[in-house]
């Protein structure tokens, strides 16, 4: 199994590239997503021992990054919707 600090790190790139990917492509027809789809068969082909990326071999860990992606996807909404006009900013703050 890999090392507690090796997945935050691999976690803080990922929540990080979130954050800053879509102002770098917005001249490019490229979406992030399809990015870290291929970041993440990138880092398969590593010679790092991850785990069985196949959800019915390891039901537990598949539950837990569906979770954490959830949390990451709906973070990364709230962010983007408080810049709007009405968002949850002016409600809050009149």
């Known amino acids: 199994m890999m090392s507690y600090n090796l997945w935050l790190v691999i976690l803080?790139?990922?929540?990080l590239a979130v954050a800053w990917l879509p102002s770098f492509l917005k001249d490019y027809a490229v979406s992030y997503p399809i990015l870290f789809i291929l970041g993440g068969w990138l880092l398969y082909k590593l010679p790092i021992?991850?785990?069985?990326p196949l959800p019915l071999h390891n039901p537990v860990?598949?539950?837990?990054?569906?979770?954490?992606?959830?949390?990451?996807?709906?973070?990364?909404?709230?962010l983007k919707t408080s810049d709007l006009p009405g968002g949850a900013g002016d409600y809050l703050f009149g």
């Open 12 to 15: 803080a790139i990922a929540i």
């Open 61 to 78: 860990l598949a539950t837990r990054l569906t979770e954490l992606c959830v949390i990451v996807a709906l973070t990364g909404t709230g």
């Open 49 to 52: 021992p991850f785990p069985d």
